[in-house]
């Protein structure tokens, strides 16, 4: 009866006076669920998903339709032993000394960078990811023991066919950006090309932290026998990354 006065607009200085509540018990909700069940939840998201932080956790608890307050989940995390080691920051880079462009929508800028596994036998394999700087979306990769300009002109073709054309592409100067192919790609497509400054990866900011997620969350700890199962396992952590890996940017789910 107190709840619903309140609800209605009576006091809580009045309802106090009139059914000799405390303050504290009037907002008392009582526990959600039992620290047991929380720990059995948060160590079985934690192990499903070892790249976790607690905060994504409790994204997930949420999906799950589990209420529980963040400070909650945190503190059992903490008792819990799951925090992740953490990464030793690199020194912070000096500003861009020069206008640089940023997408301010989606489709606007794509971000290219290549990035190294190695097969169990020691074999080096390519991977060239591919970025929408605005939503973060990751566009199917192009992974392969070794890759040209021609394969770079190739598969960026194919991807303006399955999706929008973007007004630029960013890169940095690698063979395979600078090749002919590539600029006669661009030409015909009409997509300008910004290459970042040699020695500042930093300029090409949304696929180097792309790719850096990418390497803690898929390739640590993994060793791959073939190039079809390296493959494989890529493609399906970039789905995984685009269509359930919480993270803040805006989500448009497969472009």
């Not at 499903?48 to 945190?74: C, D």
């Not at 290459?195 to 696929?207: C, D, E, L, S, T």
């Amino acid at each position: 009866m107190a709840k619903k006065l309140k609800e209605m607009g009576m006091k809580l200085k009045r309802l106090r006076q009139l059914f000799s509540i405390p303050r504290s018990s009037f907002y008392y909700s009582g526990k959600p669920e039992s620290d047991g069940f929380l720990k059995e939840k948060i160590r079985e998201i934690a192990f499903a998903y070892p790249f976790y932080g607690y905060r994504r956790i409790h994204i997930e608890l949420k999906k799950q339709g589990i209420s529980v307050n963040l400070k909650k989940v945190y503190l059992l995390y903490r008792k819990m032993s799951l925090q992740r080691p953490k990464r030793i920051k690199a020194k912070k880079k000096a500003a861009i000394s020069f206008p640089a462009v940023k997408a301010s929508h989606p489709f606007e800028i794509w971000a290219l960078d290549f990035f190294f596994t190695r097969l169990r036998s020691g074999i080096a394999i390519k991977v060239l990811a591919v970025i929408d700087e605005f939503t973060k979306f990751a566009f199917p990769p192009l992974v392969g023991y070794s890759t040209t300009g021609d394969d770079v002109a190739d598969h960026l073709e194919a991807l303006t066919k399955r999706y929008l054309l973007p007004s630029y592409i960013r890169s940095d100067n690698g063979p395979e950006f600078i090749s002919k192919s590539l600029a006669q790609c661009l030409k015909k497509l009409r997509i300008k090309h910004i290459r970042i400054q040699k020695g500042k990866p930093f300029q090409n900011g949304v696929a180097e932290s792309f790719i850096g997620k990418f390497r803690d969350e898929c390739l640590a700890g993994y060793e791959y026998k073939n190039l079809k199962e390296a493959k494989s396992a890529i493609e399906q952590w970039f789905k995984f990354y685009n269509e359930e890996r919480p993270h803040s940017a805006n989500s448009f789910g497969v472009l």
